[in-house]
């Protein structure tokens, strides 16, 4: 469940429960414009929710829900009014004001990714690690590798700083120079 505390006291604003389950929430809310996009696995899916200020208070209204946008683990990011994330085993982009899925790709697997200089970096659970612009054309790989097992998934986050991929990989933490040429 997300909910908006008002600081000053700790007052509850406003609560969204439906696309909350019972036995993980791990995905980030993403908020952009008054709408604030929540998701999680487990059958719930994902929805957005239109919050305004009124007065002194909160005013809220689910603006859309769609049962296939559920994210397990692996975060979710929005770029230039689309949403990118692993919803189920497949990647897929959707249209942030509305939740219209304009694609899916089983792309890497299921997995997690981050958002720099307009790509997609991209890392399955499977030990695969991939690299595609965010558009909303579709997916277009650009390159990927393979991740050393360690017997167990990746499921830790890509992190890009300054130029520099980061991959943590249970023991191991790898780092890329993705800088532009």
């Known amino acids: 469940m997300v909910t908006q505390l008002r600081p000053a006291d700790g007052e509850l604003l406003w609560h969204y429960r439906k696309p909350a389950n019972r036995t993980a929430n791990a995905a980030t ?4 414009k008054g709408l604030v996009f929540y998701t999680s696995d487990y059958g719930a ?3 957005a929710l239109r919050v305004r200020a009124v007065g ?3 005013s809220t209204g689910q603006a859309w829900f ?3 946008l559920r ?5 979710v990011v929005l770029h230039e009014g689309r949403l990118y994330g692993f919803f189920g085993s497949a990647l897929a982009c959707a249209d942030f004001e509305t939740g219209e899925i304009l694609w899916r790709d089983r792309s890497v697997g299921k997995g997690s990714l981050t958002l720099a200089d307009g790509r997609l970096f991209l890392v399955g659970e499977r030990h695969t690690a991939g690299l595609a612009p965010a558009t909303v054309e579709g997916y277009d790989e650009r390159g990927r590798f393979r991740l050393e097992s360690h017997g167990r998934p990746s499921w830790a986050h890509p992190v890009v700083s300054n ?19």
């Open 29 to 32: 809310p993403i908020y952009s």
């Open 56 to 58: 002194d208070g909160v």
């Open 66 to 68: 769609e049962s296939s």
């Open 71 to 75: 994210n397990h683990h692996g975060g």
């Open 45 to 47: 899916g994902g929805g």
């Open 163 to 181: 130029g520099v991929l980061y991959i943590r990989n249970w023991g191991e933490l790898l780092a890329y120079d993705v800088s532009a040429p």
